[in-house]
């Protein structure tokens, strides 16, 4: 089974409006922290946002939010009032375990944002 | 800071040819790790290392042997290279386990 899902192979959005790309994961461990990180066309990855399995709050970094639904295994990420320079490959990853070193990624959603 | 530099940038290999792929990062990050990237996937995990003489097998490690003698370097060897190599690999560190990784600018490889 795949550890991280991205169903949204593509997506788009209007400048200024907001937009949410899907992840999901699947893991046995209560520990784990979840990750998303952006890719442009440069290909560089720049990390966005993390949230960590026992996080109350949801996490968010400017106009980045993490919408984490723990029963549902769900770690969408929110960009608000998207901008050009969000068009990109959008990747969902995660860290398993308390002890473990291993990171799971998503094949990723490519965001392209309309002006 | 520099943060983590790799070279080469790009690289071109005969089949059965080897070749190291350098990292260097100076944040004096313990955690350092080896992806590769192949065309419109996500990142595997080949090797990473917890701190200088520690590395252990990510999910790809087959066809690739890494070294860890410092802290700031984490080379990765491929042997005997064949055409599934063919891939952009990243080389990452972070600070603690649990927290972000910062990514180095990648490695385009050509198996040919």
């Known amino acids: 089974a795949q550890k991280i899902t991205q169903t949204q192979p593509g997506m788009f959005v209007q400048e200024k409006e907001a937009v949410t790309l899907d992840c999901t994961y699947d893991?046995?461990?209560?520990?784990?922290?979840l990750f998303w990180y952006k890719q442009p066309s440069s290909g560089e990855m720049i990390f966005l946002i993390y949230q960590g399995s026992y996080d109350e709050q949801n996490a968010t970094e400017g106009r980045y939010s993490l919408n984490f639904q723990k029963a549902r295994k769900s770690a969408n990420l929110v960009i608000s009032a998207s901008q050009l320079g969000d068009s990109a490959m959008y990747f969902c990853a995660m860290r398993e375990g308390d002890t473990g070193n291993q990171f799971y990624f998503g094949t990723g959603t490519s965001l392209t944002v309309i002006p | 800071n520099a943060g983590v530099t790799q070279t080469p940038k790009f690289r071109i290999l005969k089949i059965g040819q080897s070749m190291t792929l350098q990292c260097t990062q100076d944040?004096?990050?313990?955690?350092m790790y080896w992806y590769r990237q192949d065309p419109g996937m996500g990142l595997k995990l080949i090797y990473y290392s917890v701190g200088a003489g520690i590395t252990d097998k990510g999910e790809v490690p087959n066809g690739y042997n890494v070294s860890r003698s410092t802290t700031e370097d984490f080379p990765l060897r491929l042997e005997l290279a064949a055409p599934s190599q063919t891939s952009v690999y990243f080389c990452?560190?972070?600070?603690?386990?649990?927290?972000?990784?910062?990514f180095g600018p990648g490695t385009r490889l050509t198996v040919t």
């Open positions: 944040m004096n990050h313990n955690y």
């Open positions: 990452a560190s972070s600070y603690v386990r649990v927290y972000e990784q910062y």
């Open positions: 893991t046995s461990d209560q520990s784990y922290g």
